[in-house]
């Protein structure tokens, strides 16, 4: 399994033909190993301005597996969020929650975004390449 990020999410529907998109649909592809959580849902869903694209990603979306947040993450994306801003590194909430999900479940991430990078180098953040 892989977390799959926002980030992927809009390269795939927007840029098929890119290497992140390839890389998403042999994921997708290889038993559903794309794995989605309700931040990443919720940042594709209200990007999308045409109702019918909207309705048919949805569609898509809503079949791969999910990934609730517990209690637990969040109280993990909070000590991980309070750790980097002691190193005075600052990022947003809703990654310290995919990072942490991602930790806690011990699968990697797809991201293109430079925060888990950020994250990676100071937790124990696996990255999908």
Same mark, same amino acid.
């Given at each position: %399994? =892989?977390?799959? +990020?926002?980030?992927?999410?809009?390269?795939?529907?927007? /840029?098929? =033909?890119s290497p992140q998109a390839a890389m998403l649909e042999?994921?997708?592809?290889? /038993?559903?190993? &794309?794995?989605?959580?309700? #931040? #990443? @849902?919720?940042? =594709? @869903?209200?990007? #999308? *301005?045409?109702?019918? $694209? /909207? &309705?048919?990603? !949805?569609? *898509?979306?809503? !079949?791969?597996?999910?990934? +609730? %947040?517990?209690?637990?993450?969040?109280?993990? &994306?909070? $000590?991980?969020?309070? $750790? @980097?801003?002691?190193?005075? #590194?600052? =990022?947003? $909430?809703? +990654?310290?929650?995919? &990072?942490? @999900?991602?930790?806690?479940?011990?699968?990697?991430?797809?991201?293109?975004?430079?925060?888990?990078?950020?994250?990676?180098?100071?937790?124990?953040?696996?990255?999908?390449?």
């Open positions: %399994m =892989v977390l799959v +990020d926002t980030s992927i999410w809009i390269d795939f529907f927007q /840029h098929p =033909v042999n994921l997708i592809k290889e /038993h559903n190993r &794309a794995v989605l959580c309700g #931040i #990443i @849902l919720q940042e =594709v @869903l209200q990007g #999308i *301005r045409d109702n019918k $694209s /909207h &309705a048919a990603t !949805k569609e *898509r979306l809503t !079949k791969l597996p999910y990934l +609730d %947040m517990s209690k637990e993450i969040h109280l993990a &994306a909070a $000590s991980l969020y309070r $750790s @980097l801003r002691a190193k005075g #590194i600052t =990022v947003p $909430s809703a +990654d310290t929650s995919i &990072a942490a @999900l991602a930790i806690l479940n011990h699968i990697p991430l797809y991201t293109k975004d430079d925060h888990f990078n950020i994250i990676a180098k100071h937790a124990r953040l696996e990255l999908y390449s």
